[in-house]
């Protein structure tokens, strides 16, 4: 059988080391792998969009001609075609990068592949947006939009696999290592999983149930990435037929991560929890990818980063082989910050960063900040802001906004209580002269003596209804019988005539409050008996007032308006 010479060195964003036979490599005439797209390269796109991926410019050596095309589309693994062509959608934000490689009709794979990058805007963060918790009808809110991009970064994919290649032999019991020096220049230790990277293998067997493949670090503390199972589920694109004399297949990268894309290799097989697998020449293998270790990779927690690293694949059945391309590892894995700078800007202008829905005013002058006049019930708000890109990203909020009760209170000197009537079941706080009144939250209220009473209505959603009263006769009473007072003319510019009937004894004060229980002008008449007659001169505000007339055991209130 006639075997890839050049073979496939790269399905992750690094080159392989492949051993191959001399004269296999003079069989081959490597195929050059080409691709684009018409949003270019990187493509800078939307969630959800599409990017066809175009390799017509792809190349076979004279004299052949390509007959696959094979994409590898990272965490989503291998796709094969027989079309220089293949649509891919984003669904997510992020950083992607795509490698092409291709095969020709004589079965000569690319050496290199093509590599291209797709910058995805993600959604922004929306955590700083203000708006009221709380809101009632009749009133006016600010809404204030505000939207973090996320930066253009990525977790580093794997690492570069030294030219290290070693058969895995079919020998039951045999253990193959392959060995990595590390020099650091320190004695760093891996204190934590944030000081270790990816753990990868370029590898292609025929039958992963074989294997146990484990690492060792240099003080012997080890961690087992793959223990058997998953029968005859290729490893790469496996030579299934090379017998006894080992003649490497396509090796493909899996790399083992404390961040994973995928569950363990035996999870993701054909049989498996989480399928993740692709069809090679062969047979059916896992998609190249990164994978969750059988054990965890806290179990190098400890190890010194300097010294020789080792990776073992035992095997355990008889019948397949493989080979061991190359494998890596990673120190301190940190971000991938190359696309830091292109990543999408957020708009700040009035037609890029905005409110709507019902009731909503938008400030020109304030880019992303809104007025909101709301009706009773539920509305819908969306905040939405466009970015660089062209992309629309929106934060939607269903608000209830509630009705403000209104309280009216009334005496009932029967029983000596001031009470109040209101629809619903809302909080009630009564207070006197301005001040609340401690475990006064019944319907009704006793005040402790002759002033101004109000009373608070709040209904769950935090809406409350407020009403005064200015006068009352409970609390006080009246030596002198027959009592009353009148006022003209109303309404009035704030000059009045105060007319009484009966005795006033001693003397009396004269106030007039506003409607929030504040003395705005303040005297005192003397004593007199018969119908009294006093002219009243105050600077008022237009507006509802009470005059009130205050003696010894008697209180007499009238509501007058200053227009």
């Given at each position: 059988?006639?075997?890839?010479?050049?073979?496939?060195?790269?399905?992750?964003?690094?080159?392989?080391?492949?051993?191959?036979?001399?004269?296999?490599?003079?069989?081959?005439?490597?195929?050059?792998?080409?691709?684009?797209?018409?949003?270019?390269?990187?493509?800078?796109?939307?969630?959800?969009?599409?990017?066809?991926?175009?390799?017509?410019?792809?190349?076979?050596?004279?004299?052949?001609?390509?007959?696959?095309?094979?994409?590898?589309?990272?965490?989503?693994?291998?796709?094969?075609?027989?079309?220089?062509?293949?649509?891919?959608?984003?669904?997510?934000?992020?950083?992607?990068?795509?490698?092409?490689?291709?095969?020709?009709?004589?079965?000569?794979?690319?050496?290199?592949?093509?590599?291209?990058?797709?910058?995805?805007?993600?959604?922004?963060?929306?955590?700083?947006?203000?708006?009221?918790?709380?809101?009632?009808?009749?009133?006016?809110?600010?809404?204030?939009?505000?939207?973090?991009?996320?930066?253009?970064?990525?977790?580093?994919?794997?690492?570069?696999?030294?030219?290290?290649?070693?058969?895995?032999?079919?020998?039951?019991?045999?253990?193959?290592?392959?060995?990595?020096?590390?020099?650091?220049?320190?004695?760093?230790?891996?204190?934590?999983?944030?000081?270790?990277?990816?753990?990868c293998m370029d590898i292609e067997h025929s039958f992963m149930g074989d294997l146990v493949l484990s690492v060792t670090c240099p003080n012997g503390q080890s961690v087992v990435l793959h223990?058997?199972?998953?029968?005859?589920?290729?490893?790469?694109?496996?030579?299934?037929?090379?017998?006894?004399?080992?003649?490497?297949?396509?090796?493909?990268?899996?790399?083992?991560?404390?961040?994973?894309?995928?569950?363990?290799?035996?999870?993701?097989?054909?049989?498996?929890?989480?399928?993740?697998?692709?069809?090679?020449?062969?047979?059916?293998?896992?998609?190249?990818?990164?994978?969750?270790?059988?054990?965890?990779?806290?179990?190098?927690?400890?190890?010194?980063?300097?010294?020789?690293?080792?990776?073992?694949?035992?095997?355990?059945?008889?019948?397949?082989?493989?080979?061991?391309?190359?494998?890596?590892?990673?120190?301190?894995?940190?971000?991938?910050?190359?696309?830091?700078?292109?990543?999408?800007?957020?708009?700040?202008?009035?037609?890029?960063?905005?409110?709507?829905?019902?009731?909503?005013?938008?400030?020109?002058?304030?880019?992303?900040?809104?007025?909101?006049?709301?009706?009773?019930?539920?509305?819908?708000?969306?905040?939405?802001?466009?970015?660089?890109?062209?992309?629309?990203?929106?934060?939607?909020?269903?608000?209830?906004?509630?009705?403000?009760?209104?309280?009216?209170?009334?005496?009932?000197?029967?029983?000596?209580?001031?009470?109040?009537?209101?629809?619903?079941?809302?909080?009630?706080?009564?207070?006197?002269?301005?001040?609340?009144?401690?475990?006064?939250?019944?319907?009704?209220?006793?005040?402790?003596?002759?002033?101004?009473?109000?009373?608070?209505?709040?209904?769950?959603?935090?809406?409350?209804?407020?009403?005064?009263?200015?006068?009352?006769?409970?609390?006080?009473?009246?030596?002198?019988?027959?009592?009353?007072?009148?006022?003209?003319?109303?309404?009035?510019?704030?000059?009045?005539?105060?007319?009484?009937?009966?005795?006033?004894?001693?003397?009396?004060?004269?106030?007039?409050?506003?409607?929030?229980?504040?003395?705005?002008?303040?005297?005192?008449?003397?004593?007199?008996?018969?119908?009294?007659?006093?002219?009243?001169?105050?600077?008022?505000?237009?507006?509802?007032?009470?005059?009130?007339?205050?003696?010894?055991?008697?209180?007499?209130?009238?509501?007058?308006?200053?227009?």
């Open positions: 059988m006639r075997t890839n010479s050049t073979l496939l060195p790269l399905l992750r964003a690094f080159t392989l080391g492949i051993l191959t036979t001399s004269d296999a490599i003079a069989q081959c005439d490597a195929p050059t792998p080409s691709m684009t797209t018409v949003h270019g390269d990187p493509a800078m796109i939307c969630q959800g969009a599409s990017v066809v991926l175009n390799g017509t410019a792809s190349m076979a050596a004279p004299g052949h001609s390509l007959v696959q095309w094979i994409w590898d589309l990272g965490a989503d693994g291998l796709r094969y075609t027989t079309v220089p062509t293949t649509t891919v959608t984003f669904n997510n934000g992020g950083v992607y990068t795509i490698l092409l490689n291709v095969r020709d009709e004589a079965g000569c794979y690319s050496e290199v592949p093509d590599t291209l990058h797709v910058l995805v805007s993600a959604t922004p963060d929306f955590s700083g947006i203000q708006m009221p918790s709380a809101m009632c009808e009749g009133e006016s809110f600010l809404l204030v939009g505000s939207a973090v991009g996320s930066p253009m970064i990525s977790n580093p994919s794997g690492c570069t696999a030294a030219d290290n290649g070693t058969p895995l032999v079919d020998d039951i019991g045999v253990t193959t290592t392959s060995l990595i020096q590390v020099n650091s220049g320190d004695n760093a230790v891996i204190e934590t999983l944030a000081d270790l990277g990816d753990i223990q058997q199972g998953g029968g005859g589920t290729f490893l790469g694109d496996a030579n299934d037929s090379d017998g006894s004399t080992i003649i490497p297949g396509t090796c493909f990268q899996y790399c083992f991560s404390a961040d994973p894309d995928h569950g363990t290799l035996v999870e993701s097989g054909p049989g498996g929890s989480s399928p993740n697998v692709v069809a090679t020449s062969e047979g059916t293998a896992i998609a190249p990818g990164r994978y969750t270790p059988v054990q965890p990779l806290s179990q190098l927690v400890g190890c010194p980063v300097n010294g020789t690293w080792t990776f073992s694949a035992q095997d355990l059945w008889a019948a397949d082989n493989g080979y061991l391309c190359g494998w890596c590892i990673t120190f301190n894995g940190g971000v991938d910050s190359t696309f830091y700078d292109q990543g999408p800007i957020l708009g700040t202008s009035a037609d890029s960063s905005f409110w709507t829905g019902p009731g909503v005013l938008n400030d020109p002058d304030e880019p992303g900040t809104a007025s909101f006049v709301p009706m009773a019930g539920f509305a819908d708000l969306t905040y939405t802001v466009l970015d660089s890109y062209g992309c629309s990203h929106q934060a939607a909020y269903t608000v209830g906004v509630g009705i403000p009760p209104n309280p009216m209170i009334y005496e009932n000197t029967d029983l000596g209580l001031i009470c109040v009537q209101v629809d619903g079941d809302p909080d009630i706080q009564w207070s006197y002269n301005s001040n609340p009144v401690s475990g006064a939250v019944g319907t009704c209220f006793t005040p402790p003596g002759n002033g101004v009473v109000s009373v608070t209505a709040t209904t769950p959603e935090g809406c409350s209804g407020t009403d005064i009263f200015l006068g009352t006769a409970i609390g006080g009473d009246d030596p002198t019988g027959y009592f009353d007072l009148h006022v003209y003319p109303v309404p009035n510019s704030g000059t009045f005539t105060i007319v009484f009937d009966g005795t006033i004894p001693g003397t009396m004060d004269l106030r007039i409050l506003d409607m929030t229980g504040r003395a705005v002008h303040q005297q005192q008449l003397s004593s007199s008996s018969g119908e009294g007659l006093f002219e009243v001169q105050a600077e008022l505000a237009k507006g509802a007032y009470s005059v009130e007339l205050n003696g010894e055991g008697i209180r007499r209130t009238q509501r007058i308006v200053v227009h």
